[in-house]
């Protein structure tokens, strides 16, 4: 398969989600300037973590208006997968495509840790390889990934299981003290109602090899290669 | 035709946390200025048009707010306008 990176300015994980897709998954992988006007066939775009224009403004809120994007939204539009880490996540809250808004942490201090987030659905194209209710652990790193929405949209979030992962301790509770930003209803990430546009605050591309702690998020991404690839049902590992 | 500045208030949303505000609160209250009930901390932009007539004026700042001044879901905006002499 193939996956494409947005790069904006300001961007600081793309070679990271470049490298991922062709060392670790072995497969072909293109950089997407944000002036760029299409998507070069990609299968799978992932907005990247980092700081895009600066966060001025709001985090998000310039990159969202890149040339790029509309590429971006008529892909999401047609069904194809959209996957936001990050400043990925604020991006694509920004551009309408995720409901809901991010903000600044609760304690005001920006965060850099591992921390545990639950599966809440394995009806998506990032988490079918999962068993309901697996624990993750995945780096954080932000100061805005306080998670927003309206009771009305937070419920029907809820009820249509679009909730993807949300932050909980290692016995899998849904717990204040999980929470490492404030956000409501501990919520990590999210999708849309396609369910083909997906973001999360904590970073699956910085967890794809024990020697950087925790290689939980390399399921993620194979779950997106066997659904690109088609078929082939993903193995469900053991507490995977 | 006149030149308009425009002040852009945006403001958190009632209801949306606003940790900046509540920390702010604290150390006016530490400071000695119990009376403080409430702090909501936003942001202030200002815009100046060129030749633009007030009211069609009022109507470009209010759609550059809610495309991308303010976002709708988190924030509240108000705007002032005044004509300026150059």
Known sequence: MRWGVVVFPGSNDDARALTVAERILGDEAVALWHKDRDLRGADCVILPGG????????????????????????????????LGFCNGFQILCEAGLLPGALVRNRSLSFICDLVTVRVETTD???????????????????????????????ASLEREH???FRYVDAAGRVVPEANPN????????????????????????????????SEDGLRLFQSVQAWIRGGAELQVAPGA | MPRLLARVYVTPKRGILDPQG?????????????????????KYVELRLRDAALDAGRDRVHAMCERLLANGVIEDFRVELEEERR
Do not use: W
């Open chain 1, 162 to 164: 679009r909730i993807v």
């Open chain 1, 124 to 154: 998506t194209f990032f988490t079918r390889g999962c068993s309901p209710g697996a624990v993750l652990t995945l780096p954080v790193k932000h100061g805005e990934g306080c998670y927003v929405a309206d009771e009305a949209t937070l």
């Open chain 1, 182 to 213: 404030g956000a409501l209803a501990n919520v990590a990430g999210v999708c849309n109602e396609g369910r083909n546009v997906i973001g999360l605050m904590p970073h699956p591309e910085h967890a794809v090899e024990r020697l950087t702690g």
């Open chain 2, 22 to 42: 509540k920390a702010v609160q604290h150390s006016l209250h530490a400071l000695g200025f119990g009376e403080v009930d409430d702090v909501r901390v936003g």
């Open chain 1, 51 to 82: 700081f895009s224009y600066g966060d001025y403004l709001r985090c998000g809120a310039m990159a969202r208006f890149s040339p790029i994007m509309e590429a971006v939204e008529r892909h999401a539009a047609a069904g194809g997968l959209v």
